[in-house]
């Protein structure tokens, strides 16, 4: 299969499919707010058992994709190294980030809130610049097959992504259309990022770097999450929360299988 061109046309195409991939399922994702807002405490829980479930899958195939990524490069710049380094400044940097939002949210719910979405979304967000790169860097060698599929496989995949971002808004005020807005973006658009940058630049050290960041930040994400799990005995894995990180991780799983299959 010959290389697409590099021409103007090829770049808006990757920055369509990462529209696609990215931005367009989270935001469909998000649509079910309303019915989730139905749910009582036990259901949140639950609801956030499955979303710390999806990140933990997330974490554990972008930490395995890094890994094998920085060593078929060699390790001139540190191989698997760079996976690490990745994740541990992302996990600094919005760890800093986090604090800096809970000065300016006084009045934001503990257990969730406006800010802990915001945090579901970046740490997704930079996951999703990870898909973008393999996207692009697919059709930049021109395995067109393999990034269709790929495609196909997030798209799916990044719906679940949508319920993650809005579990926690559902025991609090009624957020803004320009808010849910935000949210979306905020976790689609590096889907768009990574694939301009996957279609232009094939650096196997600079790709596993970004993917430990993303690493680095779903770890953050569920570091914030997991208070919010607690029940009213203070258990943190009840059965029912226990339960939907099953869910998360099997979802996760079986979506998963469709960009392999």
Known sequence: MNTPRASGGFFA???LLGTYVGII???????????????????TRVLLGVTVGLLVFLAVDATLEGVELAESNGGAFGGPALV???????YLALSAVDHRLKDRQQHAEKPGGLRLAVMISAGIGLHNLGEGLAIGAAYAVGE?????????GFTIQNTTEGLAIVSP?????????????????????????????????NNAELSAFLIGIGVGAIAQVIVQIAPSLRDKTGRLLAPATAGGITAGLLAMYLTGLLVTA
Not at 84 to 90: E, I, K, M, Q, T
Not at 144 to 152: K, N, P, R, Y
Not at 170 to 196: D, N, S, W, Y
């Open 13 to 15: 195409a990757m920055t």
């Open 25 to 43: 399922p989270v935001v469909l994702g998000m649509l079910f707010l309303p019915t989730l807002r139905r749910l009582g405490q036990r259901g």
């Open 84 to 90: 690490v380094l990745g994740a541990v400044l992302a």
């Open 144 to 152: 067109l097959a393999l990034g269709a599929a790929l495609v196909i």
């Open 169 to 201: 808004l559902t025991r609090q005020r009624r957020p803004t259309v320009p808010q849910l807005l935000g949210l979306g973006i905020l976790a689609g658009a590096p889907a768009i990022a990574g694939a301009l940058l996957g279609a232009a630049v």
